[in-house]
């Protein structure tokens, strides 16, 4: 599932107000349920045994959790231990369902990670209200977590493209530097100047020089080498050095 069908299935469900009471007096989870009852929002279920609410919770995922402390077994401070320490109820409300008001005992609950803490003789509209309130929060901080995740999920999927585009830039920089690009040895023949090519066939520098890089080649003669055919032709020393001198003028190339 994406990270958007994730945020839109959170926003359909965000009324949704699933309460889990864990409580062993089953007279005292009849007068929960009965305050319950008129509100068609409320979904209520009711575990009487400590030992199997974290099961149960995992499988309802409730948007609170109402905790009884006087249970046999395991006391109610150790379950909202127990809840923070379960991956699927970490993040959800757990509210302190005591038949006392002890200011200790609400700084223990609210240290262990208690969101709230009820006396049971509450009123009826401040009990729903106060269901509702950390229903909401629950939904809320759901919406905020995925928020983050749909972040990292692009800032990855960013660092990933980026990280692609700087590595086709660089093949691509080295595929250009060794395009049209000579490099390393050159065999060549000391008597006819031709070099050896990738075929090991012989052929003529200035073609091979076309062919492996983007140079035109231009021909022309050299200053020396056209004093030395001056010579060779039976010129006398001056016109030699006449040719000589137009040459330079005229820088043939």
Same mark, same amino acid.
């Not at 949704?16 to 409320?42: M, Y």
């Not at 240290?111 to 709230?116: I, Q, T």
């Given at each position: 599932?994406? $990270? %958007?069908?994730?945020?839109?299935?959170?926003?359909?469900?965000?009324?949704?107000?699933?309460?889990?009471?864990?409580?062993?007096?089953?007279?005292?989870?009849?007068?929960?349920?009965?305050?319950?009852? @008129?509100?068609?929002?409320?979904?209520?279920?009711?575990?009487?045994?400590?030992? *199997? @609410?974290?099961?149960?919770?995992?499988?309802?995922?409730?948007?609170?959790?109402?905790?009884?402390?006087?249970?046999?077994?395991?006391?109610?401070? %150790?379950?909202?231990?127990?809840?923070?320490?379960?991956? !699927?109820?970490?993040?959800?409300?757990?509210?302190?369902?005591?038949?006392?008001?002890? &200011?200790?005992?609400? $700084?223990?609950?609210?240290?262990?990670?208690?969101? !709230?803490?009820?006396?049971? %003789?509450?009123?009826?509209?401040?009990?729903?209200?106060?269901?509702?309130?950390?229903?909401?929060?629950?939904?809320?901080?759901?919406?905020?977590? =995925?928020?983050?995740? @749909?972040?990292?999920?692009?800032?990855? +999927?960013?660092?990933? &493209?980026?990280?692609?585009?700087?590595?086709?830039?660089?093949?691509?920089? *080295? @595929?250009?530097? *060794?395009?049209?690009?000579?490099?390393?040895?050159?065999?060549?023949?000391?008597? /006819?100047?031709?070099?050896?090519?990738?075929?090991?066939?012989?052929? =003529?520098?200035?073609?091979?020089?076309?062919?492996?890089?983007?140079?035109?080649?231009?021909?022309?003669?050299?200053?020396? /080498?056209?004093?030395?055919?001056?010579?060779?032709?039976?010129?006398?020393?001056?016109?030699?050095?006449?040719?000589? +001198?137009?040459?330079?003028?005229?820088?043939?190339?």
């Amino acid at each position: 599932m994406t $990270s %958007s069908s994730r945020a839109d299935s959170i926003r359909e469900r965000e009324n949704d107000v699933i309460i889990l009471l864990v409580d062993d007096e089953l007279l005292e989870a009849e007068l929960f349920r009965g305050l319950l009852e @008129a509100e068609q929002d409320l979904e209520f279920h009711y575990c009487p045994r400590a030992a *199997e @609410a974290i099961e149960q919770a995992n499988k309802i995922q409730p948007t609170v959790i109402m905790q009884d402390l006087s249970m046999p077994g395991d006391h109610g401070l %150790s379950m909202i231990s127990r809840f923070r320490a379960n991956a !699927d109820t970490k993040d959800t409300p757990v509210v302190v369902f005591s038949g006392e008001e002890n &200011s200790k005992t609400k $700084s223990l609950a609210f240290g262990l990670g208690a969101n !709230d803490y009820i006396v049971k %003789s509450v009123d009826r509209i401040e009990l729903l209200a106060r269901v509702r309130y950390h229903s909401r929060a629950y939904w809320n901080q759901r919406l905020r977590d =995925e928020a983050f995740r @749909a972040l990292r999920e692009s800032e990855h +999927q960013l660092w990933d &493209s980026n990280a692609s585009l700087v590595e086709a830039n660089r093949k691509l920089t *080295e @595929a250009l530097s *060794e395009v049209k690009q000579l490099s390393g040895l050159l065999p060549m023949c000391a008597t /006819c100047r031709r070099v050896r090519d990738d075929q090991n066939y012989w052929s =003529e520098l200035g073609a091979y020089v076309s062919a492996h890089t983007d140079l035109r080649l231009t021909h022309g003669v050299c200053e020396d /080498c056209l004093e030395q055919q001056a010579v060779e032709m039976g010129l006398s020393p001056a016109q030699v050095e006449a040719i000589t +001198q137009r040459f330079r003028r005229n820088r043939i190339t």
